[in-house]
């Protein structure tokens, strides 16, 4: 999404977070990088890093990639917590669906690469959507 965020010209602050602490401070899997590298996007000194309640203050729009993570978001936010600004990720391509981005973690590349190009077309689709709005 920065990346493409940076192509079309949009001034917008893009950041990524978990809600546990499985790989915080690690770099983004090895696929993950090498699919990225194959369309000329670096995230190689990406570091994960955790979701915290003042996300909600900071960012416009939260997107939860699994039912799990919504939910954990909402917990983590807690008080903070602005349901108006938290949306699954794959809402943008299929609204109202609430459907999960498949965890390629414990397969193959391929998987992989699957899940890039589903995120990619949603990404496409967070542009047209709001690239001519105020906010994210």
Not at 27 to 39: D, N
Not at 115 to 125: A, M, N, P, S, W
Request: aromatic fraction near 12%; charged fraction near 25%; glycine fraction near 8%.
């Amino acid at each position: 999404m920065r990346h493409k965020a940076a192509v079309h010209g949009l001034d917008w602050t893009v950041a990524s977070a978990g809600t546990n602490s499985y790989h915080t401070g690690e770099a983004p899997h090895r696929y993950s990088q090498k699919i990225c590298a194959v369309h000329g996007i670096d995230i190689s000194d990406l570091r994960a890093t955790r979701f915290t309640p003042g996300d909600f203050s900071q960012y416009d729009r939260i997107y939860a990639f699994a039912d799990d993570v919504y939910r954990d978001i909402l917990r983590i936010g807690g008080k903070s917590s602005d349901r108006s600004k938290l949306d699954y990720f794959l809402n943008e391509l299929n609204p109202g669906c609430n459907e999960s981005v498949p965890d390629p973690y414990f397969g193959n590349e391929d998987g992989y690469r699957i899940v890039y190009e589903l995120i990619d077309r949603t990404c496409d689709q967070i542009i047209e959507n709001y690239k001519n709005k105020l906010y994210v």
